[in-house]
């Protein structure tokens, strides 16, 4: 009876490195059209790559900073050199 649903899917925070249930991490994609920031994503279903951040103030801020998508989302407008 337990069994059932046992398994929570575990996203790990790209700021933090803490693995936490993706329930509750925000979920960031890969920007379009030419913008430098990833974009939230707070259904989560966007499709394309995902990145995570827990929800903390920390983590928030240095969202905005993070480039370590940059070569993530290559193979789009960011094939950087
Ligand atoms: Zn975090």
């Known amino acids: 009876m337990v069994q ?15 693995r936490k ?3 509750m991490l925000l979920r960031y994609i890969c920007p379009r059209n030419q913008q430098k920031e990833l974009i939230p ?5 966007a499709p394309g790559r995902g ?15 993070f480039r370590g998508w ?3 989302c290559k193979g789009g407008i960011y094939n950087v050199r």
């Open 4 to 18: 059932k649903n046992r398994h929570i899917p575990m996203r790990t925070c790209v700021i933090c490195r803490n």
């Open 21 to 23: 249930p993706k329930i």
């Open 41 to 45: 994503d707070p259904k989560g279903t």
């Open 51 to 65: 990145f995570y951040t827990c929800n903390k103030d920390e983590c928030l801020k240095k969202i905005g900073r």
């Open 70 to 72: 940059i070569h993530k």
